[in-house]
């Protein structure tokens, strides 16, 4: 099967049976669940992964069967204190068990999102969230060998994608290298060393800063490093790879990658802080930038299905404008990047500078994200 496609529905029906009482009721992944539509999820079970990370499964409310690629993320948005707070998490789970979701979480200290989840979230609890975005997939880059680099959280968007591999039997050639604080913080410990011990081609390596209170650990400890790479990955230079992890491990796998002859146009990474890695943009009423065709006008914008109309100034990015006329518009990172707020213009054109938050097809089929647009004329929307 090429990576390309899109896994929706390709469960074997006998999963179905596993996950519910009467499959016959529910309806399956066709229709996609869009980034931009905000659904019901109810949580169905609470798993602690480590200490300070915890998996929150759900199902769906509409009783539809999710449909997403591997790696991409959704956007929780819940009211805490009274004030609408949205954060994305990666799917963990993979599209091959559709009947389920997972996101994976840990515990920020002072967080509001993830120490509100790891308080409130319980089976029953139903929770909001916008559909699945992002373009950290295998789809992005189809290949042979891969190597998927992680540490802590980060792993969530690469234990997606070899659930899936593993899933439809593709018997991938991965190497999976993960690194922790110590061996209690290793996240799906246990599930990723049967994976591997069931897949002749999926080689896990667990990378421990220090031993913690497992005096008898065996992996390499330390941090990741061009000799352990050398060591454990020998033909690392032939691998696609896909990198998750704090901006600070991410900068050190590149520039490891880089010292060792790796060939950077077969890196992929993805950052779960968007300030650590995008061009400033986009930022909400700042100011545009070289925009050819921003007149430094006034518009109208019209949203179609709300019928709302309010007016303005070239310079603002319409979300930004939205927000400001009171139109309820979803959204998140604000930086052109996580797809929230993907609209389709009916009509009107604008000037985007988004940072990868959309999709070429996307664009060509008259969508636009909202965070990062600017209109050059009157605009309608469809919202
Ligand atoms: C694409 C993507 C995928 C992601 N996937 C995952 C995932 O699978 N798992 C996961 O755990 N996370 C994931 N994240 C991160 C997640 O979205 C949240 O950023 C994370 O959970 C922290 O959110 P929070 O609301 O708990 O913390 P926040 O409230 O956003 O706080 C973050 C930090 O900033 C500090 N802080 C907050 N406000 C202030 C202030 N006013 N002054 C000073 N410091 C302050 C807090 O103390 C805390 O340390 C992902 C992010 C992205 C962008």
């Known amino acids: 099967m090429n990576v390309n496609e899109k896994f929706c529905g390709a469960e074997p029906a006998s999963m179905v049976a596993d996950c519910f009482t009467d499959p016959s009721t529910w309806e399956r992944a066709d229709a996609q669940w869009g980034s931009h539509e905000r659904k019901a999820l109810v949580c169905r079970r609470v798993r602690n992964e480590t200490h300070d990370v915890r998996t929150f499964v759900f199902s769906s409310e509409d009783k539809r069967a999710f449909g997403h690629e591997p790696g991409q993320f959704i956007t929780v948005s819940v009211d805490i204190n009274g004030e609408a707070v949205s954060r994305c998490y990666t799917i963990s789970s993979p599209p091959t068990r559709p009947y389920t979701l997972s996101i994976t979480v840990k515990r920020t200290p002072g967080g509001i999102m993830s120490n509100w989840l790891h308080d409130n979230m319980k089976p029953g609890v139903v929770l909001h969230a916008f559909g699945p975005a992002g373009i950290f997939t295998p789809a992005s880059a189809p290949a042979g060998k891969l190597l998927y680099l992680s540490a802590g959280s980060g792993v969530t968007p690469l234990m997606s994608m070899t659930r899936a591999a593993f899933d439809l039997g593709l018997n991938r050639d991965i190497v999976f290298v993960h690194s922790a604080r110590t061996p209690d913080d290793i996240i799906f410990r246990d599930e990723l060393t049967k994976l591997s011990a069931e897949a ?22 330390g941090r990741l490093s061009l000799e352990l790479l050398e060591k454990h990955v020998p033909d690392f230079r032939g691998r696609e790879v896909f990198t998750c992890g704090p901006a600070g491990y991410m900068n050190a796998v590149k520039e490891v990658l880089l010292r060792g002859g790796h060939d950077p146009a077969r890196y992929h990474q993805e950052s779960f802080n968007f300030a650590e890695t995008v061009e400033p943009v986009a930022e909400i009423d700042a100011a545009p930038q070289n925009t050819e065709q921003s007149t430094g006008g006034t ?33 998140s990172c604000a930086q052109g990047i996580c797809g929230t707020c993907k609209t389709a213009v009916l009509e009107g054109t604008v000037d985007m500078k988004h940072n990868g938050g959309i999709r070429q097809r996307e664009i060509d089929k008259g969508f636009r994200l909202m965070c990062c647009s600017r209109p050059t004329s009157d605009l309608v929307l469809d919202l």
């Open 299 to 331: 518009y109208t914008v019209r949203l179609a299905k709300s019928g709302k109309t309010f007016t303005m100034s070239s310079s603002e990015t319409v979300l930004a404008a939205a927000r400001k006329a009171g139109a309820a518009l979803p959204s």
């Open 200 to 221: 002749d081609n999926l080689k896990v390596i667990h990378v421990c800063e220090g031993v913690g209170t497992e005096a008898d650990w065996r992996g390499p400890t």
